[in-house]
């Protein structure tokens, strides 16, 4: 069964939260993984949850930032490491390795996030930004890779845009992901697909043969039409 992680961001009230769960109580959704944002994490306790960010460092002197170690508390077992919106607004390359690591060395499963520009993808630079995303993630963290990490392909210009690229490229990419992480890091590991997930295109994108998941955002924040989503990946 494919893995399905629901990123709501910055998104939903506590209202509407409330409503959300009484939405999918006793619902059969044991691969969904929740993402809320961090104050609502506690609300999702009876569910698989993960954070959407961690902190470069484990503890100390970092204001606004959340420690892997306070995230175990809630038996946190996924994080979001990687975003485009983390690298783009917070500067958060610069910080993969590091959160990597942590995340292993605390057995929380990193889902890695890449992904290209639009302007790269037209310059066929794909595989070069991926493969220098993968590297920056994991070359410093080799020690600690018999753990498992998850890897998530979204193009960037394809996140909240209905932009979806071929599923025959998209095979093509999960291909070279796997092949390179296999080749060089001696990884076996999961990919999801993130960018524009939605019930007008999941049949077609539960073509891709070597698709472990998906990373949903927009599409998971109306409980009754996210359960519908849920229903058709298979």
């Known amino acids: 069964m494919k893995i399905i992680a629901a990123n709501f961001k910055m998104n939903l009230t506590k209202k509407e939260i409330d409503n959300y769960l009484k939405e999918i109580d006793n619902k059969k959704i044991n691969n969904v993984i929740f993402f809320p944002s961090n104050l609502y994490i506690p609300y999702f306790s009876k569910y698989n949850i993960g954070s959407q ?22 038996n946190i077992k996924y994080v979001l490491i990687g975003h485009s919106e983390r690298r783009k607004y917070f500067n958060d390359s610069k910080y993969i390795s590091d959160k990597v690591n942590l995340a292993l060395k605390n057995n929380i499963i990193p889902i890695i996030c890449i992904g290209e520009t639009e302007e790269e993808y037209n310059n066929n ?3 070069k930004v991926l493969k220098k995303e993968l590297d920056e993630a994991l070359e ?3 020690t600690l890779l ?10 960037i210009f394809s996140i909240g845009t209905n932009k979806v690229l071929d599923i025959k490229e998209i095979e093509n990419i999960i291909s070279y992901i796997k092949s390179y992480l296999k080749n060089t890091y001696l990884l076996d590991i999961k990919v999801l697909y993130g960018g524009s997930v939605n019930l007008n295109n999941i049949g077609n994108l539960e073509k891709i043969s070597n698709l472990d998941g998906y990373l949903i955002g927009n599409a998971s924040l109306d409980a009754k039409s996210f359960l519908d989503l849920t229903s058709k990946i298979k």
């Open 53 to 74: 960010d961690i902190s470069f460092k484990e503890l100390g002197s970092i204001t606004g930032d959340t420690s892997i170690k306070q995230y175990l508390d809630f």
């Open 125 to 127: 630079l794909t595989k």
């Open 140 to 142: 410093n963290n080799i």
């Open 146 to 155: 018999n753990n498992e990490i998850i890897i998530a392909y979204e193009p």
